[in-house]
């Protein structure tokens, strides 16, 4: 079975602080993304990225930033956090293979920031 | 471009009771669609998928067929149960590009009372 893992289920942070937010995945999948969920407005991806090193801007990129070092991992920064920036922070991954791209979610994050 | 638009919810039936949720795309490819299904607390979970025309994905008593002519996926249940309780995504990925990217819904709140 695939797993997406990602390092934090909860948490909270004060305005300004730089946020880091880990996921891993062990399937060897060339893609990995980035996405915020919030009421009413669904999911809405903020990066991904189709290889290491290798990133692209989503629908909502502004005051993030990413970082894929290592293929099985994809890091989502918070330069500076904001109010506006407390969400559902969920991280997913797809192979290239089959091209259907089905993809694979991890539990997601939920951060609050104070 | 892409993009789904699925049924506002939030959709409230008694166990046992009928449930379809509609889903219809506009695609500038081939796409491959899918329903997603986030119970509360935790990530995305494919429910099931459909990759061409006439496809019918099942799972779990969920079905739903890619209809083409009506650029539709429409995600039915015979007889639900409190247990089926989440929000649902309908989704496409355009299979002509290698980036992999998932277009979602904005996601369908069920309540299922006993």
């Known amino acids: 079975d695939v797993k997406v893992t990602q390092s934090s289920r909860y948490l909270v942070k004060r305005t300004g602080e730089k946020v880091f937010l880990e996921c891993v995945q062990d399937?060897?999948?060339?893609?990995m993304f980035w996405y915020r969920q919030d009421p009413g407005l669904g999911l809405r991806l903020i990066y991904f990225?189709?290889?290491?090193?290798?990133?692209e801007k989503g629908d909502i990129p502004e005051g993030y930033s990413v970082s894929r070092e290592k293929k099985e991992r994809f890091s989502l920064i918070l330069e500076s956090a904001s109010t506006n920036q407390t969400s559902m922070y969920l991280c997913a991954s797809s192979s290239h293979g089959t091209g259907v791209y089905e993809q694979y979610f991890g539990p997601g994050t939920r951060l609050t920031v104070t | 471009g892409n993009s789904v638009t699925q049924m506002e919810g939030p959709v409230t039936l008694s166990e046992e009771a009928f449930l379809t949720i509609n889903c219809t795309y506009t695609?500038?490819?081939?796409?491959?669609l899918f329903w997603y299904v986030q119970y509360p607390g935790e990530g995305l979970q494919l429910l099931l998928k459909?990759?061409?025309?006439?496809d019918k994905g099942s799972n779990k008593g969920f079905e739903a067929t890619y209809r083409k002519e009506t650029t539709s996926f429409h995600l039915e249940k015979g007889s639900v149960q409190v247990s089926d309780s989440a929000v649902y995504f309908c989704?496409?990925?355009?299979?002509?590009?290698?980036?992999?990217?998932?277009?979602f819904g904005r996601g369908t709140q069920l309540t299922v009372w006993p």
């Open positions: 989704a496409l990925s355009d299979r002509g590009s290698t980036l992999g990217r998932l277009y």
């Open positions: 459909a990759t061409k025309a006439d």
């Open positions: 990225s189709y290889d290491v090193k290798m990133k």
């Open positions: 695609a500038t490819g081939y796409p491959s």
């Open positions: 399937m060897d999948h060339e893609n």
